[in-house]
């Protein structure tokens, strides 16, 4: 992961950045990137993710900071 993006990352994960978790971290930005290119709905990665659509909104925020 970059340094400059550690902040950021660190922030979609809802945590401290372990090793272990670099994947889930991955999958999001995966996933929103696939958002912002239209490739998926918000309620499409919501229910691919298992997670609601308000955390997939937190996390579209959260990559455009």
Known sequence: ???SRTQ???????GILCPEKVKLIS?????VE?????ELSQ???AKMCGVNKR????WIRI???
């Open 1 to 3: 992961i970059p340094s």
């Open 8 to 14: 950021k990352y660190k922030n979609l994960l809802g």
């Open 27 to 31: 999958k999001k930005v995966e996933i």
């Open 34 to 38: 696939q958002y912002l290119n239209g």
């Open 43 to 45: 309620k499409g990665a």
């Open 55 to 58: 955390s997939v909104q937190d």
């Open 63 to 65: 990559y455009k900071t």
